[in-house]
């Protein structure tokens, strides 16, 4: 069973830093990508930010120089470093990993719980 566990929520001002991670457990034979998506109430979820095993990044533009995207694959983490938050940043985050288990010959996409994050004054 492979299991991810996101951490790093709660509540900050604006302005403030908050820095999320989310850890792949489990039967892992390879992780192709891990990032993080957004849903705000009334809204739609979000592509936040993602990167490969190969280092590439992606971002949404709400979050360009605000927001960094980090992975430690020996640890099968990976870290958002979220900076100069805004109330508009105001969401339940989740985790996302394609991974290949161990006893399977494809990938599969895995879902963590989701963290709240509440930027407000």
């Known amino acids: 069973q492979v299991q991810l566990v996101e951490s790093g929520g709660g509540l900050v001002q604006p302005g403030g830093s908050l820095r999320l991670s989310c850890t792949a457990s489990g039967s892992i034979f390879s992780i192709n990508a891990m990032g993080w998506y957004r849903q705000a109430p009334g809204k739609q979820r979000e592509l936040v930010a993602g990167?490969?095993?190969?280092?590439?990044?992606n971002y949404a533009d709400s979050v360009k120089g605000r927001f960094t995207l980090s992975r430690d694959n020996a640890k099968n983490t990976v870290y958002l470093q979220m900076d100069s938050l805004k109330p508009e940043d105001t969401a339940v985050y989740y985790c996302?990993?394609?991974?290949?288990?161990?006893?399977?010959?494809?990938?599969?996409?895995?879902w963590g719980q989701g963290t709240q994050v509440t930027v407000s004054s």
């Open positions: 990167i490969t095993t190969g280092g590439s990044t």
């Open positions: 996302n990993a394609v991974v290949r288990p161990g006893a399977k010959f494809r990938e599969y996409d895995y």
